[in-house]
């Protein structure tokens, strides 16, 4: 059965950074697409972005393009989101996800085509 953990999270001032992680088990981490998502109170849960199975490519919403950056690791199952010049408005629970297509070129914004989520953990900026 594939799991999927998130750490790192916590809190930061603005300005600040952090590292989260997601260490993938079970399955073959490497043929998947994995993405980041995200969830503030009272507000749905919305894409951070997406790294192709390869790592070769990422896409990223607008909101934090420039200033989080996502890899990966296939050596170790995991990968890691990478996040800097935090506002408080990243204020979130961030989740990892699995795409459901492996080997998949087409990197997909859509929480519905990710069918593995992680728990979450949660970030908090504060101003």
């Known amino acids: 059965q594939v799991q999927l953990v998130e750490s790192g999270g916590g809190l930061v001032q603005a300005g600040g950074s952090l590292r989260l992680s997601c260490a993938a088990s079970g399955g073959t981490f490497s043929r998947y697409n994995m993405a980041w998502f995200r969830q503030a109170p009272g507000k749905e849960r919305e894409f951070v972005g997406v790294?192709?199975?390869?790592?070769?490519?990422?896409l990223y919403a607008d909101s934090v393009k420039g200033r989080f950056t996502i890899s990966r690791d296939n050596a170790r199952n995991t990968m890691y989101l990478q996040m800097n010049s935090l506002k408080p408005e990243d204020t979130a629970v961030y989740y990892c996800?699995?795409?459901?297509?492996?080997?998949?070129?087409?990197?997909?914004?859509?929480?519905?085509?990710?069918?593995?989520w992680g728990q979450g953990t949660q970030v908090t900026v504060s101003s």
């Open positions: 996800a699995r795409s459901r297509q492996s080997l998949n070129w087409r990197m997909s914004l859509q929480a519905s085509e990710y069918d593995i």
């Open positions: 790294i192709n199975w390869s790592g070769g490519s990422t």
